[in-house]
């Protein structure tokens, strides 16, 4: 826990047990002076510091409160805050005070990449329209920038991953190659593969089960969704309308396969639906998909995903992303065609009227 440099003086003082006056005598200066350090009023001179430190056996980045870092699980709990204060409050509040943290502690690659993350997922589902999350796009970016720097493996690949997509988004696609180039191939041996077979010789079989349902069956189903995804749009580029239907076909047995949630389910198909501009399907699957939206997924009822622990903030996860999902469909350009149907019409403001009674029952409880 960080103090700031008059608390320090004050505790490594009593600790080693002298009083004022004797700090006041060994420095040369007067017993008033080390009362406002200790207050806070003041400041010791620069000259002074490192005797200050010597003597009271502490090295000048503690007495500075200087730290590169905050512990993993110290950025857990600070998220848990932030995260908090953006449902009680608003984004912004929430933006801020992530971004003070951050410049608190400007070296620490960790709090950096999970700034990043958690700003671009809370942006993501915040509802904003596409103008006012592009003032905090930039930012977003330029923290990714900062991780993808880190010596730390992990974080850099993870950064710099992040980045390629978010290059790709933005249409700076020399910029994403850069980031692209960057990252190692998939090394033909999985490690996590490996650890889950030696936990299961060991008889921690439910550390085992979590790794391989979290961490590989789940990630990988929904990294297929995602391919079926992009294929269906090359398909779609290529005029095969044929193709896209059937890997929409794909991606939604794909999903029953693997007792996913039932929103990815229709993610493809949708998209096919609308870049072929088709109304019946389209308005079809947009009922489906926002009515999956408020049906929690229950994946610990399948067999595949029965020891995957799930946190607070991932329950109701679809009635989260609801007003997101709602201000896309309201302003996508790929929903033009639809705006003038009655029936389109009637259902985003059925959903948005679901979206307030709820918000209501919440205020009451």
């Known amino acids: 826990m960080k103090m700031p440099i008059n608390t320090v003086i004050r505790e490594k003082r009593k600790e080693i047990g002298l009083t004022q006056e004797q700090i006041a005598e060994y420095l040369g200066v007067s017993t008033p002076a080390v009362n406002k350090w200790e207050k806070g009023v003041t400041y010791p001179d620069i000259s002074s510091l490192p005797a200050l430190a010597r003597l009271l056996k502490v090295d000048l980045n503690t007495l500075l409160c200087f730290h590169e870092g905050l512990s993993e699980r110290e950025i857990s709990h600070f998220c848990k805050e932030v995260m ?3 449902h009680k409050n608003s984004f912004e509040s929430g933006y801020t005070m992530m971004i003070e943290k951050v410049q608190e502690y400007p070296s620490c690659g960790s709090l950096i990449h999970t700034a990043a993350l958690l700003l671009d997922g ?17 930012q977003i970016i330029s923290l990714y920038e900062r991780a993808a720097k880190s010596d730390d ?4 690949s993870e950064a710099t991953f992040m980045l390629a997509s978010k290059y790709m988004g933005r249409e700076e696609y020399d910029k994403a190659q850069e980031m692209l180039d960057l990252l190692p191939e998939r090394s033909a041996m999985d490690k996590r593969q490996l650890q889950a077979s030696l936990w299961i010789k060991q008889g921690k079989l439910a550390e085992a089960a979590e790794l391989l349902e979290r961490k590989m069956l789940l990630i990988q189903s929904n990294e297929l969704q995602s391919i079926l995804l992009s294929l269906a749009e090359i398909a779609l580029k290529e005029g095969k309308d044929q193709d896209a239907s059937h890997l929409a076909e794909l991606s939604r047995d794909a999903a029953k396969l693997f007792d996913l949630w039932d929103y990815c389910s229709f993610v493809v198909p949708l998209q096919v ?6 109304v019946r399907d389209s308005i079809s699957l947009l009922k489906s998909i926002l009515a999956a939206t408020l049906t ?3 994946m610990k009822k399948s067999a595949l995903y029965r020891h995957i622990a799930i946190k607070e903030n991932q329950k109701n996860f679809g009635a989260k992303m609801l007003p997101a999902l709602l201000t896309e469909i309201e302003n996508d350009p790929k929903y033009v065609f639809l705006r003038s149907n009655e029936e389109f019409q009637r259902l985003i403001e059925e959903y948005r009227l679901r979206k307030k009674v709820e918000e209501s029952v919440v205020s009451m409880i």
Do not use: C, F, V
Request: hydrophobic letters at 40%; charged letters at 30%; zero cysteines.
């Open 84 to 86: 908090d204060t953006i």
């Open 122 to 138: 809370a942006l993501m589902m915040s509802g904003m329209d596409a103008a006012h999350k592009e003032r905090y796009r930039s």
């Open 153 to 156: 493996d992990q974080i850099r």
């Open 273 to 278: 639906a609308l870049a072929q501009e088709n």
């Open 296 to 298: 929690p997924w229950e």
